[in-house]
């Protein structure tokens, strides 16, 4: 065997094998995707997560990354609005301790839910949130082609 050959095996070898990496953690993903989609279902009485449309609570499109506080038009109570006076965003780690216990992270908050005690629920429910956003970015790309 040629030493070009054995660089070339050595090569294919590497991809195939990240490859079958990139393809599992791909589904473990998507798996934790619909996980969340279905944990959302607790939120679904109050919340719209695909439309600026407040309900009970305010709309969470975006929700991963934007200012507490920031739907428009909704009507918050001052226990948000203190915190978003703070500069609150609800980034991954903020999301999720209030998710686990709402009314601790944000005493006097007026959201009635008792919170996400599973860890795994927490993870996919943002992970799901996640997804939603990029795929609104990803889809005027696929337009322009
Ligand atoms: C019974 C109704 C109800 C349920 C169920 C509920 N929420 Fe809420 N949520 C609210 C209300 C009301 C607010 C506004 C809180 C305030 O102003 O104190 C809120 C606020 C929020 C905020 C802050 C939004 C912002 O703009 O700052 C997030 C994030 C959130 N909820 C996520 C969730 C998630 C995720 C679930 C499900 C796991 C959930 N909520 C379940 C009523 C609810």
Do not use: Q
């Amino acid at each position: 065997m040629s030493k070009f050959t054995a660089i070339l095996g050595a090569a294919i070898l590497a991809i195939s094998v990240s490859g079958t990496i990139s393809t599992t953690a791909h589904a473990d993903e998507a798996k934790l995707i619909k996980k969340g989609s279905k944990v959302f279902k607790k939120c679904k009485a109050c919340h719209v997560v695909d439309e600026a449309k407040n309900k009970a609570g305010p709309h969470l499109l975006n929700i991963v990354g934007r200012k507490a506080g920031a739907a428009e038009g909704y009507s918050y109570s001052d226990a948000v609005k203190a915190k978003a006076a703070e500069g609150l965003v609800w980034d991954e780690a903020n999301l999720a301790a209030f998710l686990e216990k709402p009314r601790k992270f944000l005493k006097g908050t007026k959201m009635a839910f008792g919170g996400l005690r599973k860890e795994k629920d927490r993870n996919a429910i943002i992970a799901y949130f996640k997804s939603l956003a990029s795929a609104k970015e990803e889809a005027p790309k696929e337009e322009a082609k």
